[in-house]
């Protein structure tokens, strides 16, 4: 049946030629990939893409005026790291040189340039660089970008095969919707878009929020000479001990003390054991309180007990303080901050805490309502006005929200309007409707306790391993099926059923009562769900072949070569680093194999 093969290629069974692709197996078809953002995502995809994948042409774009992302944004005094920093680093660029357990922004912010030069991320950035809109281009197979120079105010048009955003969730700014914000007379002033200049000293000071950033901002402005501080709380917030403090113990350090001298770090240097030895008990510790999220577990409930006794502690003094930041829903709904001295500075006599709502933004202060519930007459209401010099907003972001710039995948819909209720992905990854856009650090991706930063490794690695499949395979587009998207947003749902974040609280994780921000499950369990893509749950389009009468999608096979035999090692599989060599008697006992879900 059919006929005997030709030089060129051969004739089907139904009399359509088909042709060798004349390309060794490794088919290094050229794509462009643009990524949007140099935060710790955008950096680590200008690392992994030119170390990992050929004939890639790639460039990223960064709207700030550096690299860093949250951590360029934010300036505010006390900002540092809530988790051991040594567990907030990429895996493969072990910082020895951290200042303290909890660095301060600007040492992250400034280890974040470090390794992008150091490992050649700084060539593809292009900082300033604003993407105004992506569109994708049915025809064409490419999503075409507009992009605005901010240094020279040049806008542009580009085209990418991939489009990857690495955003982040931390970048939208959220402000308070308070009638009369924009009357305010005085300095306003929000936690990511923080005035470095300004001069705090002898100033009325009003914060409206008690989240991560003001219990940071909050000890370190009391502390300001001649400050007033007015804070503005309505939620309640569990306090924690400082994440770190078992681990601290667990090395025979001070958890009082959480800074490292020259000596510790000179240490740490020079004796790559010991450093290993201090990361490896951060990252298993972190790990390991997995459980605490879990509704009734022991560790739960242990938690609970031990943030209670400690915040009734501090703040034994102040009933009225206890009544209104000590919550009824369990640690861990809102983030957990260890909060080092703000339970303290609450008790100094230069700061007033106000839970009444605010009601309205004068052009001198603030105004609240009071209830006064003893009062019979219908209007049982007061306002008091509290004068202050600037308004401080640490009110947070919008997260999971589609970028600021429009999106437009097939059809022309927009991602804002196809997350208008939820933002929907599969994996946290992908969205279908979107061809060729990939997601890092998007909605369901962050993590309550364990360790951010190798989740985003796993993320670039199923980013990369999509790429190289459209290149290999010689794929046009690829995205995920809508039905694989509904069933790993039915899955986020009846996971966090059992969890705390679905307690009554007001938390960034969620939209409404849905928990848009978190990874459903642990980082362990994110590393494995995220390590071998099921390719069956996406849905491909064939670069089209003008010289072939018909569709053959191994047409990628090529023309029987590899590159070895042209620039590469053509014995490459006996090298003593690409050998596996079985464990003599019982290969099983293998301790690599035995130490994580070694499956595939």
Known sequence: MGEMPTVNGFTGRFGDKFTVKDTPVENLRHLRVVVVGAGFSGILAAIRIPERLRNVELVVYEKNEGVGGVWWLNKYPGVACDIPSHSYQYSFAPNPNWSNLYAPGSEIQQYLQDVAERFGATRF????????????????????????????????????????????????????????????????????????????????????????????????????????????????????????????????????????????????????????????????????????????????????????????????????????????????????????????????????????????????????????????????????????????????????????????????????????????????????????????????????????????????????????????????SAEPRPERVRDFMDYVDAYFEGTVYTDDCRSWYRRGNKVVGLWPGSTLHALEALRAPRWEDWVYETVQDGNSGRENRLRWLGNGRSVTQLSGDPSWYINPDEVQVPLEGRPEENARFKARPWCY
């Open 125 to 476: 950035i292009k900082t300033r660089h604003q993407v105004e809109h992506c569109a994708w281009d049915d025809v064409e197979k490419k999503w075409k970008i507009k992009v605005t120079n901010l240094s020279t105010g040049e806008t542009f048009q580009d085209a990418a095969n991939v489009l990857i955003t690495a955003r982040g969730q931390l970048n939208d700014i959220s402000w308070p919707n308070i009638p009369g914000l924009g009357t305010f007379q005085g300095k306003v002033m929000h936690s990511g878009e923080w005035d470095t200049s300004y001069d705090f000293r002898n100033k009325r000071i009003g914060i409206i929020g008690n989240g991560s950033s003001a219990i940071q901002i909050i000890p370190s402005l009391q502390k300001v000479e001649g400050a007033q501080l007015t804070c503005f709380m309505r939620s309640p917030t569990w306090i924690s001990s400082a994440f770190g403090d078992e681990g601290m113990i667990e090395l025979g350090l001070d958890p009082a003390n959480t800074a490292f001298s020259p000596e510790q770090r000179h240490k740490l240097t020079t004796d790559p054991p010991a450093l290993f030895k201090l990361r490896k008990v951060f990252e298993s510790g972190g790990n390991l309180i997995h459980d605490s999220t879990i509704r009734g577990t022991v560790m739960q409930q242990e938690f609970q007990t031990a943030f209670h006794r400690a915040m009734h502690a501090k703040l034994s003094t102040r009933p009225d303080l206890l009544k209104l930041l000590i919550p009824s829903f369990a640690p861990g709904c809102r983030r957990l901050t260890p909060g080092k001295g703000f339970l303290e500075s609450l008790l100094e006599p230069n700061v007033n805490v106000v839970s009444d709502p605010i009601c309205e933004i004068m052009p001198t202060g603030v105004s609240t309502i009071t209830n006064n519930n003893n009062n019979n007459n219908n209007n049982n209401t007061n306002k008091d006005h509290y004068p202050v010099d600037v308004l401080i907003c640490a009110t947070g972001y919008n997260v999971s929200s589609p970028p600021a710039f429009p999106v437009l995948g097939r059809g022309g819909l927009s991602l804002a309007a196809r997350w208008a209720d939820r933002a929907e992905t599969y994996l946290s990854l992908a969205v279908d409707g979107f061809p060729n856009m990939l997601l890092m650090f998007g909605p369901n991706s962050a993590i309550g306790f364990g360790s951010l930063t190798r989740i985003l490794e796993a993320e670039a690695d199923y980013a990369l391993a999509v790429v190289r499949k459209l290149q290999k395979e010689d794929y046009a």
